[in-house]
């Protein structure tokens, strides 16, 4: 059998090497970094250790299924706990909502926030999600969309239509629901697919469903970086060789047009009967793939938000912090269209992430705070030098009106959308491409080129997607296809 190489060991990468190498095969990882992770990384400031991509991890049983695959229980490798709260939801009117585990309890919740009536339609509202889900799920989100065929399914898709997954997100959870507070708990998600709740399709809804219905989770020990350590250690045990701090230059193919080598920026040449590139797809077409690889699909790429991120060591705990906050802006429907329209939001709602149980990546007595601004991505504005610092310090006084201190002394990592581009994200995005209609399923970015034979394609910019399950399942998908074993 010819040997594979796999470029990138960011979760999609891994996901497909550990499946490969378990079915015996000769895989090699390519990872430019000195780490594994991609998306999924980490940094370090003094005593500081801070996760800087997800934050939120839904749908276990993907990850145990990776696992799985190289004959390993996730809970003895990567152990994890279950969030409680998932979220905690707070309102510019002092409100506040805690996304908990179980239906009744989260009915109880709604029942003490918004009323009997809206409890009542919640439960309904809450079945529906699970409809959806159980809808999609085998359908097409767990399946290769390589094949036009597969996204022909007639009763499937009547069956979506039935339910309302094509009409808007925001009318579908509206014709549902009627206070507003819990409107935005189920249609904030949009926002992780890179859309309005108004523009994004009501199939959306599913996101809702993984994370406020089956739960949000966090590794018990090494947070969210946690994750790709486990997974590359377990696929150096099924036999994959990885290859630290090595760039590859060019994939290269032979007299019948397949792939035969992966070029090194060190000048090594790694002969591949396969190549499974997991890393930014745009850039990859701008050099490191032969142009036969041209997808018509990248033509007009549309590029998610991006997002402002600070990363704080505290010198002291917060007492009864949730893992995860968001805070809601009084406006609603204007930040949306400030991020579509390339501006900063005029009152962004952000996502507060902290920790606790993350114990060695502070001081004792300390503690690491996140927080998360969307904005714009680099097609969207460019006076970054201007408008980070600006951004910046209204975040410090919104963050002390939220209660949590004066921090503009406190050390702080800051990624703004250029340093997202300096990581390697195009258009200075971690999101990828949005997910709008044309950029869904067979119409996103295919997971195998045509026209090169044996060069195969995971993580966010295929399909399924952008989120940690999604990115895994686009790792099984492409080991399938390398195996000949794709539905």
């Known amino acids: 059998m010819s040997p594979i190489v796999v470029i990138g060991a960011g979760l999609g990468g891994l996901a497909t090497a550990i499946r ?10 390519v990872e430019a970094e000195q780490v594994p992770g991609g998306c999924c990384g980490t940094a370090n400031m003094g005593e500081y250790r801070f996760d800087t991509g997800p934050s939120v991890l839904t749908m276990p049983d993907v990850l145990a299924d990776v696992f799985a695959a190289a004959g390993e229980d996730m809970e003895s490798v990567l152990p994890l706990r279950r969030l409680d709260p998932y979220y905690r939801l707070r309102y510019h009117d002092g409100s506040h909502l805690d996304v908990v585990p179980g239906e009744d309890a989260m009915i109880e919740q709604v029942r003490g926030l918004c009323g009997a009536a809206e409890a009542d339609r919640y439960r309904r509202f809450r079945a529906l999600l699970g409809e959806l889900f159980a809808a999609e799920w085998p359908a097409f989100i767990d ?24 009409r808007r997100l925001e009318s579908l959870v509206e014709s549902h629901l009627t206070d507003a507070r819990l409107v935005k708990a189920h249609t904030f998600q949009a926002l992780y697919v890179g859309l309005a709740p ?5 199939i959306y809804a599913v996101v809702a469903h993984m994370d406020t219905v089956g739960g949000v989770f966090f590794p018990r020990y090494g947070g969210m970086h946690a994750i ?11 036999g994959a060789q990885i290859r630290y701090g090595v760039r590859a230059a060019k994939v290269e193919t032979g007299p019948g047009g397949g792939v035969c080598a992966v070029r090194l920026d060190t000048g090594e040449r790694l002969a591949a009967g396969h190549v499974v590139v997991a890393c930014d797809l745009p850039r990859a077409h701008a050099g490191l793939l032969p142009e036969e690889a041209y997808d018509w699909r990248l033509r007009r790429p549309r590029y998610s938000p991006s997002c402002l991120v600070l990363h704080f060591g505290l010198d002291r705990r917060l007492s009864g912090q949730a893992h995860h906050t968001l805070h809601f802006g009084r406006q609603w429907a204007a930040t949306f269209s400030a991020l579509k329209e390339g501006r900063p939001q ?16 502070a001081p004792d007595g300390h503690a690491t705070l996140t927080v998360l601004e969307p904005t714009t991505n680099l097609h969207g504005a460019n006076d970054w030098d201007r408008l980070t610092p600006q951004l910046e310090n209204r975040l410090f006084r919104r963050l002390a009106d939220l209660g949590y201190g004066d921090l503009t002394t406190a050390p702080r990592l800051t990624f703004d959308p250029p340093a997202w581009a300096r990581l390697g994200h195009s258009a200075g995005t971690p999101f990828a491409l949005d997910h709008r209609f044309t950029q869904t399923a067979w119409f996103r970015p295919s997971g195998v080129a045509r026209r090169v034979p044996g060069l195969h394609f995971a993580g966010m910019y295929t399909a399924p997607g952008v989120g940690v399950p999604p990115v895994l399942i686009s790792g099984k998908l492409a080991a399938e296809r390398v195996l000949g074993t794709s539905r």
């Open 20 to 29: 490969l190498a378990a079915a015996g095969r000769d895989v090699t990882i």
């Open 143 to 166: 399946r290769d969309m390589t094949r036009l065929r597969n996204l022909a399914r007639p009763r499937v898709l009547a069956r979506l239509a039935a339910l309302g997954g094509f």
């Open 198 to 202: 108004r523009q994004a399709l009501g």
């Open 228 to 238: 790709p350590q486990a997974m590359a250690a377990v696929a150096e045990k099924a």
């Open 346 to 361: 005029p009152d962004p709602n952000l996502l507060v992430t902290y920790p606790e149980s993350d114990g060695d990546a």
